[in-house]
């Protein structure tokens, strides 16, 4: 089960086979990626930044985005996951900064890591550094058939000592002649952002992703909102938009935000009134670290309008 780098794959997914789909809204980098199931690019994020209430950063933030078969029908001996892996304005002040990723399966008792991959030394200074990592998971590696959830971490350790952590937690549906066990606990999309001595911060889609262009008023259910457990924080800010960049300066439309928690309600977006093509849209929300910081966890998702 060895990972590899992205490289050797470009070549062989630049135009769709008989019988594969492009990746919805896949980055401009890698336009074509090819699979056999629908996929959309989804990116989770973690920001951490010492102005609260505003998307901006001190030690930047981290991105893990995958073209991800959200509660798709696995058929074939592996899944292929091509992964996004971005830093951005993290300075290079920490001689021994470890950024790395982990894809772990999580049961109904317990964590299992499939595979972690090191990149030692590996900092911006200034500006967005990317890397692709490649992997084909086993359907045999999880426990059970079923509707089961993957998680990926990609983690950065901050020139203050602590660690940031980007965590994306989906889920997909399992055939490899196992018993059945579907995952029920937060059966859904949830982007984490992670920062020592805060814990996380969530932002989640409580529906489906559309395989299809939305309806012309798409109210999907969204929710970012405190568990109620030690593990995560309570919500203080929450900000919805469509077709906003955070870091770079891109507002978008806003949509619905405010103090405190959302939901999980239903968000309306007024997809009648956008172009055809491919959007995007961006959930972010805040928590108040011990620190008087502000860490942050944002969801960013594709919907295509009309028939774009």
Same mark, same amino acid.
Request: charged share 20%; glycine share 10%; net charge neutral.
């Given at each position: #089960?060895?990972? =590899? ?14 019988? &594969? ?5 896949? *980055?401009?980098?890698? *336009?074509? /990626?090819?699979?056999?199931? =629908? ?11 010492? %102005?609260?209430?505003? +998307?901006?950063? @001190?030690?930047?933030? +981290? !991105? $893990? ?9 696995? &058929? ?11 830093? !951005? ?25 499939? %595979?972690? &991959?090191?990149? *030692? ?12 990592? !490649? ?20 983690? $950065?350790?901050?020139? @203050?000592?602590?660690? #940031? ?6 889920? =997909? ?8 066990? @579907? ?5 859904? /999309? ?36 405190? !568990? ?6 309570? $919500?203080?800010?929450? @900000? ?12 978008? %439309? #806003? ?9 999980? +309600?239903?968000?309306?977006? *007024? ?35 009309? +028939?774009?």
């Amino acid at each position: #089960m060895a990972a =590899t780098l992205l490289a050797a794959v470009v070549s062989a997914t630049a135009t769709a086979s008989s019988g &594969q789909q492009v990746c919805i809204g896949a *980055p401009i980098d890698q *336009p074509a /990626l090819a699979y056999g199931e =629908t996929r959309q690019f989804v990116d989770f994020q973690s920001w951490w930044k010492t %102005t609260p209430g505003k +998307a901006g950063t @001190d030690f930047g933030h +981290a !991105h $893990v985005g995958a073209c991800i078969p959200e509660r798709e029908q696995m &058929q074939g001996a592996t899944i292929p996951l091509d992964i996004r892996l971005v830093l !951005h304005d993290n300075p290079a002040k920490k001689t021994n900064q470890y950024p790395g990723l982990s894809i772990v399966l999580k049961g109904k008792s317990q964590e299992t890591t499939i %595979t972690k &991959q090191n990149y *030692p030394g590996w900092t911006c200074p200034v500006g967005t550094c990317t890397k692709w990592f !490649h992997y084909d998971l086993p359907q045999s590696a999880f426990d059970n058939s079923g509707l089961q959830e993957i998680r990926f971490r990609f983690f $950065v350790d901050e020139p @203050d000592g602590n660690r #940031m952590i980007a965590s994306a937690n989906w889920q =997909t549906y399992i055939n490899n002649g196992k018993r059945k066990d @579907d995952i029920t606990r937060q059966p859904y /999309l949830r982007a984490k952002g992670w920062y020592s001595g805060a814990e996380y911060c969530e932002a989640s889609l409580r529906s489906a992703l559309p395989d299809e262009p939305v309806p012309a008023n798409w109210s999907p259910a969204v929710a970012q909102v405190w !568990h109620g457990t030690a593990a995560d924080m309570p $919500v203080s800010g929450y @900000d919805n938009r469509f077709d906003a960049d955070n870091h770079k300066g891109i507002a978008g %439309t #806003m949509l619905k935000a405010g103090s405190g928690p959302f939901g999980p +309600a239903a968000l309306n977006v *007024p997809a009648g009134s956008l172009p055809a093509g491919t959007h995007k849209l961006n959930m972010r929300a805040d928590c108040e670290d011990p620190r008087g910081s502000t860490n942050s966890g944002i969801l960013v998702l594709p919907f295509r309008v009309g +028939a774009g």
